[in-house]
């Protein structure tokens, strides 16, 4: 068993949005997989992308916005759980004045698998 305390994890940085990674492919022992926390900061977006590899699921965690996948741009909730899989363009519009959070679980990652639209 491992226990994983959020707080002691560093955000990082990136397109538009800021990331922890909980679980690394080396912590889950398993290649090409892992779990990140993924936040907007308020009237921000993450622009479209798409993976041609990884499948991602969402989990929201804080906040609500508009997690778009394809032409499906609905407002996501605490609760929702998104299934992106390779291929899908997909981003973020958050224009609401509260932070946007999700849980990421990456299937099949690679670096530099990251396709701006």
């Not at 779990?35 to 993976?51: A, F, G, L, R």
């Not at 609500?64 to 519009?93: A, Y």
């Amino acid at each position: 068993m491992k226990i994983i305390k959020t707080e002691e994890k560093e955000w990082k940085k990136s397109n538009g949005y800021y990331k922890k990674i909980l679980l690394s492919e080396n912590d889950l022992k398993s290649k090409g997989n892992l779990v990140q926390i993924v936040k907007v900061d308020k009237k921000t977006n993450i622009e479209p992308h798409y993976h041609k590899k990884a499948s991602e699921i969402f989990f929201i965690l804080k906040g609500n916005g508009i997690l778009f996948v394809g032409n499906d741009k609905q407002r996501r909730k605490e609760g929702d759980i998104i299934f992106c899989e390779p291929g899908e363009i997909h981003g973020v519009i958050n224009d609401t004045d509260d932070e946007f959070v999700w849980l990421v679980f990456k299937i099949n990652f690679t670096e530099n698998d990251t396709f701006w639209d």
